[in-house]
C-alpha cells in the first residue's frame, strides 16, 4: 500500500518536553490546530485573558490594525481571531491535573488560494522535503509546517508562564535588532520599507530569565543551555541561538569575559539573570519572489510570544 | 497557590508507545474524549466503518438493544453512539503523516446523576485516591477515571490493527471464562443472572496473535511479554496477565511443559503464536453495594477490544 | 557490509525506569557485567554489605554449600563469588549524584563448557531467537539471555531498596509455591526431588509492599499495577503477573470481592498494603532434556531478590 | 539523611539519543570514565585504530609534543594516554547488538593538586552550582564537569560515525577562527602568545555534513537543527550555534539569501550540505586567573572531534 509514496517515516516528533509534555497538532487549513498539555498539576488557576492576549501577540495584533500592516503582518491574522476551545483537564477555571486538550478552528480556510502549490514547491519552504518525506503532503497554505502551528506553543506557554509566575520566575523576550537596526524605535519604519518593496527582513530577539533559582539544569547531556536551544531551534525560522558572551565573544581573551556567565555554569543556572539571543531569517515567501498570497515582511516580531512560550515549557519541566 | 490541596502531582502518563504515540485526554463528562496518534506513515488509508464497529464492540452493542441489557451493558452506552470527529492527521481519507487528533463528544452528559458523587466516595472505585493524589477532582461519573476513556484507544488501537493487517499480523481476543462458566454459549444467561442480583462477575479474556516474525521483542527489560504486560495491565479493572504456560504451569515439571513457548522466547517473539490471558474483576458499582447509576454485571465482555486495542498499539510501535 | 545477517534491529532496551534509570549491560562469559545507575540523590550512604548479601541471595548461597546443591543451585553460583567494583558516582560511601557506575568480572567463564552451543540451538532457551533477531549471538552460556544478567539488576534494586527504606516503604518477596506444593518447609524437599530426577519445576513469588503512601502511580496508561507488572515480567523465566484478587477473583461475584484492593485504586495506590504474585517456569536445561552443564532444579529460588530488585527501581522512580 | 544539603536534585540527565543511546558516567579523578553504547546493530566491524586516533585528536596529539604545547595543550593529556577497555558487546570485533560498554582508567590522577579545591570555587567553572545542586561534589579537577568526561563521547561517537560512514554519510568540523583571526596557518602562534601570556583566548569551529539524504529531522519540535544545536551545545564551553545564514543573515534582505537553505528546509534534510558553526569559550582557569595546575589556552582545538562525536550521534538515531 506505501509503495507509491517515496520516502515513509514515522513523524512522532510532536510532543515537547519531559514533566510538562506538550503535544501539537493541525494542519494550517485542516478543521482546527491544537494541542494536549499533561503534567500541569492540579488546581492552577487559568487566565484565559492573558492567554487571548498572547495569542493576538503573535498574530501582531498589539497594536491597531493599520500599524500592524506597516509592521507587514499577513491579513490572515486580522480576519482570523484565534479562539481557544477548551475540552478537557479544566474545570471552574482549575486545572484538573489531567490532560489539557484545546483546540483553535481554522475558520478563515481559503484552500482556493493555494490551489498553485498542489504542483509547486516554494523556495525557502518545506514543501519539497515534506513531499520528499512523506510521499504525500497537505498544501493547502504549508500544511503543518505553517506557522500557525506555534498558537498551540503560545498557548500551552501562557499556562507554563503562570506556574513559572508563581515561583517568581519571569521571562521576557523582546526584537533586539530588525536588519542592520539596532534601535527599537527605528523597527516599524525599517520593515515598512522592506513591506513596500515587497521583500523581508531578518531580526533578532533577546530573552532574559529573572528568578531562577540555582541549580536547574543537569550537567551533562541535558544542559540548561542545551535544553534552551532545543527549544528555540525548534522554532520556523530560526537559524541561531547564543547565550552569554555567544559569537561575538571569540574575539575577546579569557581575562577579559571570563566573569561574564550568561547566568549559566557547567549547564547548570547559577542564581543570575539568563541572557540568552536567538535570530530569526526574512520570510521566503514575498511578492519579489513572486509568492502572492499572505506574508510578514519580518516574521521575527510575531516570534516573540513564541520564544517565550518555548523558554516557558523548558523551564517549567525542570523546576 | 497549592497549598489547599493535600498531594500536587504531576500527571504527565496520558501518552502511550514509543514509535506510534497515542495520547489520551478528556473527563466523561466533560466537552470530549480524544486522543492525538502520533508516529502514523503517511498513505495508510483509514477504514471509518472498521472504527465506527470497534467502538461499538465497545459500547456492548453488538447485537440487538434488548441482547445488550441481558448481557448487562450500561443503558448510556445504547443511548450515545460515540461519533468520531477528525481534527487533523487525515486528508481524502489518507493519512499524512502528521499527528492524527480526533475527539468524540459526551452528548449524554447528565451530571445531575452524579451530584451525590461530590462528598461521597464509591468502594472499589478511584474517587478517593484521586482526591488524595490531586486535591481535586472530576466527580461527574468517574471523570478521567471512566471507563470511557477507553474509547479512545479503541479508535486509535483500530488505526494501529489496519497498519498491522497490511504486514500479515492479526489479533484475536474473546472471552473464555465468565465466574465459573467456560462454556461461551453460556456466558449470556450467567451474566444476566447476576445482572438480575444487582451483583456482577469478573472475566478472562484470552488473545492471540498470529503472523508476527520472529525476532519481535528486546531482551532484556522491554521483552515482549513485559510490553504486553504493561499494556493490558494498564485497562480498568484488569488484575492479572500471564501468557504461554501462565499460572496453572506452576503444577508441570520442566521435561513436561518446556516446549510450550507461548511465542516468545527470552523476551522475543519466536514466530509461532502468541497466546496471553488476562483477568478482568466484577465492577464494584452495583446495586447491591448500592449504586443506582449506570453500570454493567460483566466488564470484561466490553474489554475485549480494548484489550485487542492495546495490543495492537504495543506491536505497531515494534513492528 | 550487514548483508550477512537475517534480521538487523537495534536493541536499545537495556535501560529501565525514568527518574532512576538503570542501564544494564554484560555477556555472561564476556570481560563483565554490570550497569550505570543515574538518578540517584547526592548524599546517600551505600550499605556495600547488604549489596554482598542480596547477591548472595541471587547466588542461592543463602546457607551452606550442601543445602544449596539439595536446593538445585548451578555450582558456578558457589565457585565464582560476585565481586562488586565501583567506578563512578561514589566517593567515601557516599552518592555524588552522578551516574554510578559498577561491574562484577566473570572470573569462571569457561566457554569450552559451551563450545558445543555454536550449532546448537537449546529447547526453551533463547538461542534461536537471538541467532534469528540479530544474526550474530555470543554462544558463550547463553550470553546477553544468561540470567546472570539479572546480578546488576539486584546491586542496582538494592540502592533503591535503601533510597527507599529512608522513606519508610519496605519490599518483601518470598516463594509461596512450589509445583504443587504451598508449604515452604516442604520446599527443600521437593526442589532436590526433581534435581535427581535431572527434571526442574516452577515456582510463584509473593511480594509485599508497605509504607507506600496513597498517591503513587498515574490513572491511565501508567498505572502502578501495570509498572509492576511491566518490571516483574521483564525477568527472565516469568510466565505471569498479579495483584489483588488476580485470576482466582474470576470466580466471585463483585459482593464478595469487591473490598479488596490489593492496595491500587485506579492505578493509584490506596495507602494499604500492596500485594502482587509472578510465576516463574521450570528451567529447561536440564540433565532430562539433554543439556549437561550448569543448571538450577528450581530457578524460581533465585528470582526472589530479583523481584524484590525490579520492584525497588520501579518505586525509586514514582516515590 | 539528606538534611544537610542544599539542594537535592536526581541527575539522570546522561544518556543522549534516542535509537542509539549513550549513557556517560565517571569522575575525572575517580577510578574510570567510560560510557555505554546501547542500539548499535549486531555484525559492525569497529575499527579500534580509527577510536585511539580520534582520543588522540581529543587529547590534543595531533603533531608532536612540542607542537602541542604551543598549541597551548595541558601537559596531562601527554603524559595520560587514553586506553580503551571493552566490557561488553563486542566479539571477534564484531558488534553483538548488545550494549557497548567502555572504560577509560583514570591513570594520572593526582588528587593532591586539587586539594585547594576543596574549600575554593575557580571563577568561571562549575564548582560553585555543583555544590548548590547537590550538596556534595568531587573536587578532584572538576570530577564530573571535568572536559575528560568527552573523551567518552569521542569513543561512542566515533563507532557513531563508522555506522554513517558505510551510509556514505561522513562529518567534517574544522577550527576556522581563533580571537580575530580567521587565518588556520596564524592559529598556532595565536594559541601560543595568549599561552605565554597565562591568558586564554575562544574559538569557532565549522562542521559540514555531506551524503545525508533528504528527509532526515522531524518537522516540528525535533527539527534537523533543534537535534544538532542540542548535542553540541552540550559541550563544555559552547556559548552558541547557527546553521545557514546564522546570525550575520540578519543584516541581509531575504530576497538576498533565501536561496541558502544551509542543508535544511522545515526542520528536514534537503539533499544538501549542511553547515552549522559553534562557538567556545576561552578556558576560564589560566594563571591570569590564579589558576596554577593544568589548562589549555584554547580549548577550541580539543573540542572539534567532540563536535563530530556529538553530530555523529545525532544523526545515527536519525538515519
Not at 123 to 148: C, L, M, N, T
Not at 188 to 200: K, L, P, V
Amino acid at each position: 500500500m506505501h509503495t507509491n509514496y517515496a520516502i515513509i517515516v514515522p513523524m512522532n516528533s510532536n510532543t515537547f518536553g519531559e514533566n510538562w509534555t506538550f503535544t501539537s497538532f493541525g494542519e494550517s487549513h485542516g478543521a482546527a490546530i491544537g494541542g494536549v498539555l499533561d503534567g500541569v498539576p492540579a488546581g492552577l488557576r487559568i487566565d484565559m485573558d492573558l492567554i487571548r492576549r498572547e495569542l493576538d501577540r503573535r498574530a501582531g495584533k498589539v497594536q491597531s490594525d493599520d500599524v500592524q500592516c506597516t509592521k507587514g503582518v499577513s491579513p490572515r491574522a486580522v480576519r482570523e481571531p484565534d479562539e481557544v476551545e477548551w475540552l478537557s483537564g479544566v474545570m471552574d477555571g482549575l486545572t484538573l491535573g489531567t490532560p489539557i486538550a484545546f483546540i483553535i478552528r481554522n475558520k478563515d480556510a481559503r484552500p482556493e488560494d493555494y490551489e498553485w502549490l498542489k504542483t509547486n514547491y516554494r523556495v525557502g519552504h518545506a514543501d519539497k522535503v515534506y513531499e520528499q518525506k512523506y510521499g504525500i503532503r497537505d498544501w493547502r497554505g504549508g500544511g503543518r509546517a505553517s506557522a500557525r502551528e506555534t498558537a498551540g506553543r503560545v498557548v500551552a506557554g501562557c499556562i507554563a508562564k503562570q506556574e513559572l509566575a508563581q515561583k517568581g520566575i519571569t521571562i521576557h523576550a523582546e526584537l533586539v535588532q530588525v536588519g542592520t537596526e539596532t534601535d527599537p524605535d527605528k523597527f516599524n519604519d525599517m520593515i515598512a520599507a522592506y513591506q513596500r518593496e515587497g521583500d523581508s527582513i531578518g531580526g533578532i530577539i533577546e530573552c532574559r530569565i529573572t528568578g531562577l533559582p540555582a541549580g536547574i539544569g543537569e550537567p551533562i547531556f541535558h544542559k540548561l543551555q542545551a535544553e534552551l536551544a532545543f527549544a528555540v531551534m525548534s522554532i520556523n525560522a530560526c537559524k541561531g541561538f547564543e547565550y552569554g558572551t555567544g559569537f561575538d565573544g571569540v574575539t575577546q581573551p579569557g581575562s577579559a569575559i571570563n566573569h561574564i556567565s550568561g547566568g549559566i555554569a557547567g549547564g547548570i543556572s547559577d542564581g543570575t539573570e539568563i541572557v540568552f539571543r536567538c535570530v530569526f531569517k526574512p520570510t521566503p515567501s514575498t511578492p519579489k519572489a513572486g509568492v502572492k498570497g499572505r506574508h510578514d515582511a519580518c516574521v521575527a516580531t510575531r516570534a516573540v510570544p513564541v520564544v517565550e512560550a518555548m523558554t516557558a515549557l523548558t523551564l517549567v519541566s525542570l523546576t
